[in-house]
C-alpha cells in the first residue's frame, strides 16, 4: 500500500501536468471503492494549476477553486498511457497528452472538493504532516503519553500523524532503537524527539529514492519506473537474516500486530 514517500514521488510526477488545460476525463465504472461524483466532468475546460498532497491524498488543483482529491488505495496508480483493463479514468488534454489511473483492486478514491480542504469529510479529523515544521518531539510525546496502545500502532493511526503505514514504521523504530511492541505511553519525550527526527530523516531518504516498490511490483512512478527505497531497508521484508547492527548477533523478527507484520530486533530494539 502506498505510503507518504509513494504518495509523494507521485506528486512530483504530476507536477509536469501544471498550466495543462483538461480536454475531457472518462470514467470506465460507476466507483472505486465509492461512487465517483456525479460532477465528474466538471473538470473538463479547465487548467491545472498545482499538484499538493495532503497524508496520502492527492490534491489536484484546478481553475475556479476546484480540486480533484485522489487517494492511490491498495493498488492505484497514475501513468500517461492506456494499460489495459484495470484503467478507470482517462484524462484527456488539450495538448494531446494524456492521464490514465489503474487500479486492479480498486481500492482507490477519486472526489471533487468544493472550496476548502478542511471541510471534506476524508481530510478534516486528519493529523499533523510528519515533514511539517510544527512537527517536533513534543507534539508526538503529548499526542501518544495517555496513549494505551503499542508506539508501531500509534504511528500507523493518521489522527497522531498522517503517512506512516506499515514500511516506514518499521523502519522509523528499527532506526530509533525502539521496540514496536513498547506501549506509547511509555516513551519517554526525548525518545519520541528520537522518533520524530528517524521518521523525517526515513521518510525523505525513501521520497529521494522515488518511494517503495516491493516484489508484488504494484508501485510505479508516473514514467514506469520503480521506487528504489527498498535497497536501504534496514529491518522491513528481513525476517530471518542477521541484524545489520555489526555488533548484534540476533536475527530480524516478524510479528503480526493489528493483523500487520512488523519486523524488528530484538536485541537493538527496547
Ligand atoms: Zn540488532
Known sequence: MPEL??????????????????????????DLRFPFPEDIDSIAGRKIIG???????????LEDNLTLLSHLGMTGRFG????????????????????????????????????????????????????GDDWNGDVLH?????????????????KIVVGIGNIYASEILFRSGVSPKKLAKN????????????????????????GSTLRDGQFKQIDGQLGYFPHEFTVYDREGESCIHP???????????????????????R
Open 142 to 158: 503529548k499526542a501518544i503519553r495517555k496513549r494505551n496502545v503499542s508506539i508501531k500502532s500509534a504511528l500507523l493511526d493518521q
Open 187 to 210: 516513551i519517554s519525550r526525548k525518545k519520541a524527539q528520537e522518533i520524530c527526527e528517524e521518521t523525517k530523516h526515513v521518510l525523505l531518504i525513501a521520497i529521494e529514492a522515488g
Open 80 to 131: 500517461r498511457s492506456l494499460e489495459g483493463k484495470h484503467d478507470h479514468v482517462i484524462i484527456d488534454f488539450v495538448d494531446g497528452e494524456r492521464l490514465v489511473y489503474t487500479d486492479p483492486r480498486r481500492f482507490g478514491i477519486m472526489d471533487l472538493i468544493h472550496g476548502s480542504d478542511e471541510d471534506h469529510k476524508l481530510l478534516s479529523h486528519l493529523g499533523p504532516e510528519p515533514l
Open 5 to 30: 514517500p509513494e504518495v509523494e514521488t507521485v506528486r512530483r510526477g504530476l507536477l509536469s501536468l501544471v498550466g495543462k488545460q483538461i480536454l475531457s476525463i472518462e470514467v470506465t465504472r460507476p
Open 247 to 269: 555488533n548484534c548477533q540476533k536475527l530480524v523478527k516478524r510479528v503480526v500486530q493489528s493483523g500487520r507484520s512488523t519486523f524488528y530486533c530484538a536485541g537493538c530494539q
Open 51 to 61: 499538484i499538493d498532497r495532503r497524508a496520502k491524498y492527492l490534491l489536484i488543483r
